[in-house]
């Protein structure tokens, strides 16, 4: 249940709630441990992103990448606790200015059998992939309602519509996820904030790896590409 977190590009320095005189956000200057990391292009200014990443393959392709630009901020912590996001949050809106993007991508592959769950395992499930997502959303809210490019996207799983018995818990906290994204974009809509899932097919990572080679194969065969990504 590692996650990674990065914001990105710098822009021009304002008031974080300046507007302009017409009324529009004017622009800004860009628990096992997870990582955040946030990095910075002397390029021209996009949007500043904050991901929340699941893995540590994702972790280091993302730290890869940040590597070619001018600047980086990495640090561990926890969202699992609300503490954890809000000082996330901080962090990044300290560095660059604001935030425009939020990405939530995190998990973990607990696994356990109908009608045998444990209550830490549940918990753990619904902290990691439900209760984490949707406090950092509450708490990057305020960065987004003045952004000109304010985006949640929120990383589910074909799993919320299928049948899912061997990774119930999973599937339910995704499925969560789901309903949980039609309220905020019904809720955040009228405050310029788009919200979207995204269900992608069986990607190669840790987490597919770790269900053995015969399960991660049948994952990938049931992809209409007939292939991971």
Not at 75 to 95: G, K, P, Q
């Amino acid at each position: 249940d590692s996650h990674t977190a990065t914001a990105g590009k710098e822009r021009q320095s304002a008031h974080p709630g300046a507007r302009s005189a017409e009324g529009r956000p004017v622009s800004r200057p860009p628990d096992s441990p997870q990582t955040m990391a946030a990095a910075h292009d002397a390029g021209a200014a996009p949007p500043t992103v904050l991901a929340l990443l699941d893995d540590a393959g994702a972790g280091a392709a993302l730290l890869e990448i940040s590597s070619t630009l001018a600047r980086s901020l990495r640090r561990e912590l926890s969202v699992v606790y609300v503490e954890s996001t809000r000082s996330l949050v901080a962090a990044a809106v300290d560095r660059f200015g604001g935030l425009d993007v939020v990405v939530n991508n995190a998990a973990n592959a607990l696994t356990e059998p109908v009608g045998a769950f444990t209550e830490a395992a549940f918990a753990k499930s619904v902290d990691v992939k439900v209760r984490g997502p949707v406090f950092l959303v509450r708490e990057a809210l305020p960065h987004l309602k003045v952004s000109e490019h304010a985006s949640v996207i929120n990383v589910v799983s074909a799993g919320a519509w299928l049948f899912s018995a061997p990774v119930a818990m999973y599937a339910a906290a995704k499925a969560a996820m789901v309903s949980y994204t039609k309220s905020m974009a019904a809720d955040l809509a009228p405050h310029g904030v788009r919200v979207n899932a995204l269900a992608p097919g069986t990607v190669d990572t840790d987490m597919v790896r770790a269900n053995g080679p015969e399960a991660a194969e049948w994952m990938a065969r049931s992809a209409l590409m007939q292939r991971a990504a």
